[in-house]
């Protein structure tokens, strides 16, 4: 919730046994944001203590510490792809193709691979 919702939602008019339960909701969210603070900041740590290619994809824009870790660790090695584009079929991000004689036809994002890291790519 943002500080204005939160603000609207605890002053909405509610019966008591409604208000009580509003309380308590509220109260568990507040803890459900700290402990997932604690564990960004330790994501956020690990990433940064990996090696130099994850610090390396987290300098581009919108590829935070798990996309980075993510496509470390899914690809591995990336001199086994030869060029970028073995890369991008590895990944199923490349079009679907079915060509037939002297008529090419490209379709949707094949999705083959990984679909975690294919969906952590495209969100980034």
């Not at 591995?76 to 079929?89: E, P, V």
């Amino acid at each position: 919730w943002t500080e204005r919702g939160r603000q609207w939602l605890e002053e909405l008019p509610l019966p008591e046994w409604t208000a009580r339960r509003r309380a308590d909701l509220l109260q568990l969210l507040d803890q459900l944001e700290a402990n997932i603070g604690e564990l960004d900041e330790a994501v956020s740590k690990a990433a940064a203590s990996q090696d130099a290619r994850v610090r390396l994809l987290m300098t581009h824009p919108g590829v935070g510490p798990v996309t980075a870790l993510a496509f470390v660790l899914v690809t591995g090695d990336i001199a086994r792809f030869g060029r970028s584009k073995n890369l991008t079929s590895y990944l199923g991000l490349i079009p679907r193709e079915d060509s037939s004689g002297t008529r090419r036809r490209l379709g949707a994002i094949s999705k083959q691979g990984n679909t975690l890291l294919r969906t952590l790519l495209v969100e980034a």
